[in-house]
């Protein structure tokens, strides 16, 4: 089981830019054994899928409304894994979560295969 806390979320306009971290902790494996994920969640619509990366961050996965803008990396050295969101449009302002799943594959993109999640941080881009 891992413990999940995200941070760096606020207001920014059409265009720019913020970094969201989520701190992780395990006391069963290591960080590195573990897929890490991003979801968001916008109000009134369902957790959707954001971008994956794998245990040793050499392959990521991104969802289309995101790919170009938004790059997932990860520190497990620091039990870290962060998401670089450039270019933000209205249309990214959600409720932003990071999650993780035990030797998960970078095409684990379905909500209900994740069992670890964070509290979320809001992220609001005005046009």
């Known amino acids: 089981q891992v413990q999940l806390i995200e941070s760096g979320g606020g207001s920014v306009q059409a265009g720019g830019s913020l970094k969201l971290s989520c701190a992780a902790s395990?006391?069963?494996?290591?960080?590195?054994?573990?897929?890490m994920g991003w979801f968001r969640q916008a109000p009134g619509k369902e957790r959707e899928f954001v971008a994956t990366?794998?245990?040793?961050?050499?392959?990521?996965n991104y969802a289309d409304s995101v790919k170009g803008r938004f790059t997932i990396s990860r520190d497990n050295a620091k039990n870290t894994v962060y998401l670089q969101m450039n270019s933000l449009k209205p249309e990214d302002t959600a409720v932003y979560y990071c999650?993780?799943?035990?030797?998960?594959?970078?095409?684990?993109?379905?909500?209900?295969?994740?069992?670890?999640w964070g509290q979320g941080t809001q992220v609001t881009v005005s046009s």
């Open positions: 395990t006391r069963t494996f290591s960080i590195s054994s573990y897929l």
């Open positions: 990366i794998s245990w040793s961050g050499d392959s990521t």
């Open positions: 999650a993780s799943k035990y030797l998960g594959s970078i095409r684990t993109t379905t909500t209900n295969m994740y069992s670890d």
